[in-house]
T-cell receptor, first 113, second 110 residues
Framework: NAGVMQNPRHLVRRRGQEARLRCSPM?????VYWYRQLPEEGLKFMVY????????ESGMPKERFSAEFPKEGPSILRIQQVVRGDSAAYFC???????????FGQGTRLTVV | LAKTTQPISMDSYEGQEVNITCSHN???????ITWYQQFPSQGPRFIIQ???TKVTNEVASLFIPADRKSSTLSLPRVSLSDTAVYYC???????????FGRGTSLIVHP
């Protein structure tokens, strides 16, 4: 059973461009969580999704950020008009229904130049 | 949401046992306690999870007292490769979102 797959592993964008980060959960997992980690800091929750639904987006910035988890395909975290402050590692985790542990991907490191 | 408090850093030597304690005074009845390990440039890796008393797996042990207001992760005979940040989380995935604190940076010396 493959783990949580995130791609790309590294992404470089110029200021003002769009960044699209993809997350394929583990097989059988219908819950996806996105976290952001700045250098030397802990992980900050951004959004929690189930298939086709956003359950909790309380950690998501109000502007420029959006997330989806369609019926088919990976979950997508989209950042429009990126700024240097968006440079960070973005981690995705997945879990099966109603369990108490989640498994993380290796992350996407976004660098805005 | 239950808040956790851990030491910011710890130092140890190869072959020693390391105990990292996490305080979670306002843990809720249905909360589990989960520990993750994170190496630089990698995603967090699940170590162990428990609800009460003691849990042991091939990697670590987790001790939880009766009042559940704290927990202790025990790593037996650490090696250099155990140098990492260790996070204590309280909550339940799928119900509400556990919060990562700053974690404990463990450095194992030769």
């Amino acid at each position: 059973n493959a783990g949580v797959m995130q791609n790309p592993r590294h992404l470089v964008r110029r200021r003002g461009q769009e960044a699209r980060l993809r997350c394929s959960p583990m097989k059988g997992h219908s819950h996806v969580y996105w976290y952001r980690q700045l250098p030397e800091e802990g992980l900050k929750f951004m959004v929690y999704l189930q298939k086709e639904n956003i359950i909790d987006e309380s950690g998501m910035p109000k502007e420029r950020f959006s997330a989806e988890f369609p019926k088919e395909g990976p979950s997508i975290l989209r950042i429009q008009q990126v700024v240097r402050g968006d440079s960070a590692a973005y981690f995705c985790a997945s879990s099966p229904d109603r369990t108490t542990e989640a498994f993380f991907g290796q992350g996407t490191r976004l660098t805005v130049v | 949401l239950a808040k956790t408090t851990q030491p910011i850093s710890m130092d140890s030597y190869e072959g020693q046992e390391v105990n990292i304690t996490c305080s979670h005074n306002n843990i809720a009845t249905n909360d589990y306690i989960t520990w993750y390990q994170q190496f630089p440039s990698q995603g967090p890796r699940f170590i162990i999870q428990g609800y009460k008393t003691k849990v042991t797996n091939e990697v670590a042990s987790l001790f939880i007292p009766a009042d559940r207001k704290s927990s202790t992760l025990s790593l037996p005979r650490v090696s250099l490769s155990d140098t990492a940040v260790y996070y204590c989380l309280v909550g339940g995935w799928g119900s509400y979102i556990p919060t990562f604190g700053r974690g404990t940076s463990l450095i194992v010396h030769p």
